[in-house]
């Protein structure tokens, strides 16, 4: 395998996103046999593997347990909230939590930041009374729409946001705080970690682990305990009530006993690098770099204004020009980058251009050797 600071490609595919080299390494020691403890070489092996070990086993709960407790500890999800690993992704919550969170006669208030919330949306207007109470769709989700008052989501069951929109490359700079005691919902999929937040101020927050958190086919969610008391307004399927997966805490169902492992190990690195502070500072610093090459280019522009602007997913175009210039200087462009290592840079079709994902595990060195070949390139038309 090649170092994490000089691979074979620079990875900045959206996701399943990079992972730090010393979980492949103590994840395949898992997969081989399993520790005690989860992956310490020096802990006792149990005998079995992760791939075939029972869910229902004490070395098997002590990863989960361990997993659950990492999310309070290091991501910073409060006690008064329950942790859950499940699966079907962010696109299972979407319909999950309008099941679940509605409230009878009261509608479902959405923020539109984007496709991701787009979904999120659609999903809630299937089951009930759906209001969208702002969006950026006029300019092409290039910025976070303003908060709206209050009186605007006041007899809501709740208001959901998307705080990074992985697509457009724009993010929350912080965590708002719904007013009048409505419950805050936050898919926060592809940048949960990337930073600390005011996650306490969020009573139901949910993320996909294949961006920064583990592989796929994990999705962590975690709710206000008092929630899982409230009656929903309609019949929910017992496999799908949040209330289930909290009295069997993940273990109502046979769950991703892999994805909940990397999950594990991933957090443990993120905790051994100093946690969220000095993540975020690294974060930063990446993202700042490759902004600042962009702000400076006359070749490319970012499509995310500032104050706007994502950590974790950068997205740009080519500047100016007649359209077919642009498409055949971004074909060349990309070409040049997948021949030169820089893998996942294509942009997604609604946007176009470029995207390029920085996630936690993305090496400053990636990002240095971007901005150093964007320049060249742009030095060579």
């Known amino acids: 395998m090649a170092s994490a600071e000089t691979p ?20 395949a020691e898992a997969v081989r046999e399993l520790r005690a403890d989860g992956h310490a070489a ?52 979407f319909a999950m939590l309008a ?26 207007q299937g089951l009930g009374e759906t209001t969208v109470i702002a969006s950026s769709a006029a300019s092409n989700y290039d910025r976070i729409p303003a908060f709206p008052p209050a009186e605007a989501y006041a007899n809501a069951s709740y208001l959901h946001i998307t705080t990074n929109n992985t697509i457009f490359g724009t993010e929350y700079a912080e965590i708002p705080e719904a007013a009048g005691g409505v419950p805050l919902v936050i898919d ?31 999705t962590l969610v975690y709710i206000r305990k008092d929630l899982l008391n409230k009656k929903p307004a309609a019949h929910v399927p017992v496999v799908l009530r949040y209330a289930t997966h ?23 690195w993120m905790r051994d690098q100093g946690g969220m502070p000095a993540i975020a500072a690294v974060n930063e610093r990446k993202a700042g770099q490759l902004y600042a090459t962009l702000d400076r280019s006359q070749v490319f ?3 995310a204004q500032p104050g706007s602007r994502s950590r974790m997913n950068v997205t740009w175009t080519a500047n100016g020009a007649p359209e ?14 997948q021949k030169a290592g ?38 060579r038309l």
């Not at 990875?11 to 390494?25: C, Y």
């Not at 805490?249 to 994805?259: A, E, I, K, W």
């Open 188 to 218: 926060f999929s592809s940048h949960a970690g990337s930073r600390p937040m005011a996650l306490e101020r969020a009573a139901f927050g949910y993320a996909g682990a294949q961006k920064n958190l583990g592989p796929s086919g994990v």
């Open 99 to 124: 099941m679940n969170l509605r409230e009878a006669g009261k509608p479902a208030a959405y923020i539109d930041t984007g496709v991701w919330s787009q979904k999120a949306i659609a999903e809630s």
């Open 246 to 268: 909290a009295k069997e805490p993940s273990l109502y169902n046979t769950p991703n006993t892999f994805g909940v492992l990397v999950l594990k190990l991933v957090l443990e």
């Open 8 to 27: 074979k490609l620079w990875n900045f595919s959206a996701g399943p996103a990079i992972l730090p080299p010393v979980v492949f390494e103590r994840a």
């Open 324 to 337: 077919a210039e642009r498409e055949a200087l971004s074909s060349r462009f990309l070409k040049e980058a």
């Open 301 to 303: 522009r970012a499509h």
């Open 42 to 93: 020096t802990a006792p092996g149990v005998g079995l593997s992760i791939l075939e070990i029972s869910h229902r086993s004490k070395p098997y709960e002590a990863v989960t347990f361990g997993a659950e407790q990492l999310c309070h500890d290091v991501l910073g999800i409060p006690e008064t909230h329950q942790v859950l690993f499940l699966q079907g992704g962010a696109s299972l919550q």
């Open 342 to 379: 820089f893998d996942g840079l294509k942009g997604h079709r609604l946007v176009g251009g470029f995207r390029a994902s920085i996630y936690n595990a993305f090496p400053e060195a990636g990002v240095a050797a971007l901005c150093e070949f964007m320049a060249e390139f742009e030095r």
